[in-house]
């Protein structure tokens, strides 16, 4: 159709990336769904009245060959969502080496590869966005390796904000506090009491992308409060800071 934006979305079986395009699609975007479980997708796709591609971000063949797909039915893409992700609980020293390896292709690497495969397709006025969160700029402990992926993610989302820029292209950092999701169970796992009030919802997290695009936000917590406040204290006082929230944000449960 003439005139169509086309939004592509990854990790958009479930959690926050189905409620992105379903606020998307309700803003008027086809959504062409990106994950790795066809049978969900299907059924989100048939719901909006948008299309979707079995995808695993972190492999990125599989990425070249979806987005030369999606690129012949829709040359150009108006809005690109980094969303695929995956946790990982457990320190450096206890964690599974391959999960600390798949965090990385999935969490940061994903995103690299899918804007370089999308690429092509984004021209002046279009839209990219990283759901990056609150640990691309908070370290602790107990997840370090989710930690560090999200701040090469951070990373990632700032330096192609400044590359995309002269293209006319708009790139939007979105970092999310703890949010209950199927794959992210906040609510099951954190001890902190005080924590457990700042879990938002996935209608959230879509709601500020939304917001994000319409008014041209570079970067957007949410919510503020508190989690900006623990970005800045992260910055100015980050050996005390980082004790404090290995005691807060660090401990949960052994699930």
Not at 116 to 126: D, E, K, Q, T
Request: charged share 20%; hydrophobic share 45%; aromatic share 6%.
């Amino acid at each position: 159709m003439v005139g169509e934006r086309i939004a592509v979305i990854t990790g958009a079986s479930s959690g926050i990336g189905e409620a992105i395009a379903r606020a998307l699609a309700h803003e008027g975007w086809r959504c062409v769904l990106l994950a790795r479980r066809v049978d969900d997708l299907a059924r989100i796709a048939g719901e909006i009245g948008g299309e979707w591609e079995a995808c695993d971000v972190s492999d990125r063949a599989q990425v070249d060959e979806v987005a030369a797909r999606v690129l012949e039915r829709h040359p150009a893409i108006g809005l690109l969502v980094n969303n695929a992700g995956i946790p990982a609980r457990g320190s450096f020293l206890d964690i599974d080496p391959e999960l600390v390896e798949r965090v990385t292709a999935v969490n940061y690497l994903g995103g690299v590869w899918c804007l370089r495969a999308f690429a092509p397709g984004l021209h002046a006025g279009a839209h990219v966005v990283n759901l990056v969160s609150v640990a691309g700029t908070v370290a602790f402990a107990p997840a370090g390796a989710y930690a560090a992926s999200k701040h090469a993610q951070l990373a990632f989302s700032r330096s192609t904000a400044a590359l995309l820029r002269p293209r006319g292209v708009q790139v939007h950092t979105i970092m999310p506090g703890f949010v209950e999701t199927e794959g992210f169970p906040q609510r099951a796992k954190l001890r902190s009491r005080m924590l457990m009030r700042y879990v938002i919802e996935a209608d959230d997290v879509a709601e500020a992308v939304v917001k994000a695009v319409a008014k041209g936000k570079s970067e957007i917590t949410v919510p503020w409060f508190p989690y900006r406040l623990a970005t800045i204290g992260q910055a100015l006082t980050p050996g005390l800071f980082s004790r404090l929230v290995t005691r807060r944000a660090g401990e949960h449960r052994d699930e």
